[in-house]
Structure formats: structure tokens, C-alpha cells
């Protein structure tokens, strides 16, 4: 049997005026049923924190309103005072009119379960290295952390600052090409109250970090290659170009990182790199390298660890 929409309920509600829709709708319950279907009705694209038409709307919601994701449900009957309730609406127009991501229209993103500023000098937080951080890296440190950590292609310098709350005894360094990342990366340290421990600095790859090693180096470097960086949806587009693309096969600082990764490694430590869907190019460059390609309970792709003595073996591969 087929059943057909109401021609006016499948019609976005976003041409009435804002007076209209605070008239009507007043819980927050309503706002999340509202915002959901013109999210679904758009089209819009998920991949920043979100997979689907409801996610999004919750998490606009609820970061309209400052409650965190674990509020009493009890809180949906909630009246909204008449500002929060424009406030919503606000972002829900932008949101759909824009394709701006939504923590960009928040200014703020979770990663590891910790927020961070975000805005369009930065990618947003949603690496799943995260899962590595909130488990210490206890798969290739099971005894002691490690003591000094470099966070590599830092952006927002979420995955250093996360690795350093969860690992309160390592020193951290964010590294950055790019002076308006880091000069969000340190916003973040700020927030985080971990400067003593975490320090953001300049750096091409490894050329400002001369004469230092570390027992760990993460890396979401650019990795998107030039097919997938022209097909990408509009979302994606409001993120930096320098922190996705990469070249045509998306390896150009991967490369970089594999060459030039050993001299800033002890003779003890490892490096672990994003390279998302970029793994088959990696496999294709590197047929001889034994990469260790990880898994992620929570999804995600594209990540490989491999040793000091790993570098070593293959450095003829990456030279």
C-alpha cells in the first residue's frame, strides 16, 4: 500500500515568521519535533558529531539551552522563555539556509567526552582516536604512560589536550602549520587550565620541533584526497582546505610524517596516524610496511600504529 505525504506537511515551515512558529511551539519537546523535521525536510548533511535528523536537533537544542546530553528527560515538558525559544530558531534558519556545521554554530564541539572551541579557522573534533585517549594508549604503554606526547596537525588541539587530562603526568606538545589553529588550540588550554603541562607551537610537519623526541606521536593530518576533497558535501566545505586535502592521493603530509617521524621518536615510542579513507592509498604506496590498522568500537576507519623499530626497518620505504 502507498501512502502519500499531505502536500502541506511536507513543506518547510521556515517562511513563517519567527512570531508565528514562538506562538505555537513552546516546550522543549516541541522545538525538538519541529527542528527535526526541517532538518529532514533539508536534506541536510551529518558528520560532525551527529548521524541523523534527530541527533542534530537534540544537540541544537540542548546546545541552545546549555544542558548537557545527560539531562533529566523530565526537562522535555519544559516551557521555554520566549528569547530561548528564538534563540533555537535562529540557529535551526542558519543552520539549514547556511549548511554551516552545527558545533561552528555553537562554537563548541565534545571530543573524548570534553568540550572545545571550535569555529572556522579549525576542523571539528571527531576523530576516533578519541577511543585510544579515553584508554590511556594502554595497548602500547600498559605499564607506565608516556611521559611526552606530540600532538601533530593539532587544529583544535582536541586530541593533545584530551590525551593530557586523561594522562595527568605527560607533557604535551601541539604542533600546527597553521598560526590560526593554534591560536584556538591555546583558547582551548586555557579552558582546560592544562598549560602547564600542554604548550602549543609553529611547525611545517616535524621543521619547528628540531632536536625533540617523544614516547608518542598522533597525527590527524590532511589525508582527503582530491577526488573525495570535490565531491564533498556542502557541510564539509566551511572546514579549513588546509586541514583535508592532501594531494591527489591524499598522502602528501602522510609521506612527510612517515620520513620524518623516526628522528622525533625514542627508541621506545610509537606513532599513530589518521589517515581515514586514504588507508587504501597507504596500503598501495607502502605494500611492504607492516601497519597496524586499528579498531574502533564506536566506528571509524583508517588509523595505523607502528614502532620506533617499525620506522627503522622500513625507513627505506618512506625515504
Known amino acids: 500500500m502507498t501512502t502519500h505525504l499531505n502536500a502541506e506537511t511536507s513543506h518547510s515551515t521556515l517562511s513563517l515568521p519567527d512570531t508565528a512558529l514562538v506562538s505555537d511551539l513552546f ?12 532538518f529532514y525536510l533539508a536534506g541536510l548533511h551529518y558528520g560532525h558529531g551527529t548521524e541523523s535528523a534527530w541527533d542534530e536537533a537534540v544537540a541544537l537544542c540542548l546546545g541552545a539551552l546549555h544542558l548537557p546530553w545527560n539531562v533529566d528527560p523530565a526537562v522535555l515538558e519544559a516551557r521555554l522563555l520566549p528569547v530561548e525559544r528564538l534563540r533555537i530558531i535562529a540557529l535551526t534558519r542558519k543552520r539549514v539556509t547556511s549548511r554551516q556545521p552545527l558545533p561552528y554554530l555553537l562554537g563548541e564541539a565534545f ?4 568540550p572545545f572551541n571550535v569555529d572556522e579557522r579549525v576542523l571539528i573534533p571527531r576523530s576516533p582516536i578519541a577511543e585510544l585517549i579515553e584508554d590511556g594508549f594502554s595497548a602500547w604503554f600498559p605499564e607506565e604512560p608516556p611521559e611526552s606526547v606530540l600532538d601533530l596537525c ?14 595527568p603526568t605527560c607533557e604535551v606538545t601541539l604542533a600546527d602549520i597553521s598560526q590560526d589553529a593554534l591560536a584556538v588550540a591555546r583558547e582551548n588550554i586555557t579552558r582546560h587550565d592544562v598549560g ?3 604548550r602549543a607551537v609553529a611547525s611545517d610537519v616535524f621543521d619547528g620541533l628540531e632536536g625533540q623526541r617523544f614516547d608518542l606521536i598522533v597525527s590527524n593530518p590532511p589525508y582527503v584526497d582530491a577526488r573525495d576533497l570535490a565531491t564533498m558535501p556542502a557541510e564539509f566545505r566551511h572546514e579549513p582546505a588546509l586541514a583535508l586535502g592532501a594531494g591527489k592521493d591524499g598522502l602528501d603530509i602522510v609521506r612527510r610524517i612517515l620520513r620524518e617521524a623516526r628522528s622525533h621518536l625514542s627508541d621506545t615510542g610509537w606513532l599513530i596516524v589518521e589517515v581515514g579513507n586514504s588507508d587504501r592509498h597507504v596500503e598501495a604506496a607502502f605494500p611492504d610496511v607492516p601497519f597496524l590498522w586499528l579498531d574502533f568500537e564506536r566506528g571509524g576507519q583508517g588509523v595505523f600504529a607502528l614502532s620506533a623499530d617499525e620506522l627503522d626497518a622500513h625507513a627505506a620505504s618512506f625515504a
Open 196 to 198: 602547564d603541562r600542554v
Open 27 to 38: 516546550t522543549l519537546r516541541d522545538y525538538l519535533r519541529w527542528v527535526s523535521s526541517e
Open 154 to 167: 593539532t587544529g583544535s588541539g582536541c586530541i593533545g589536550i584530551a590525551t593530557g587530562l586523561y594522562l
Open 111 to 114: 571530543f573524548a567526552g570534553h
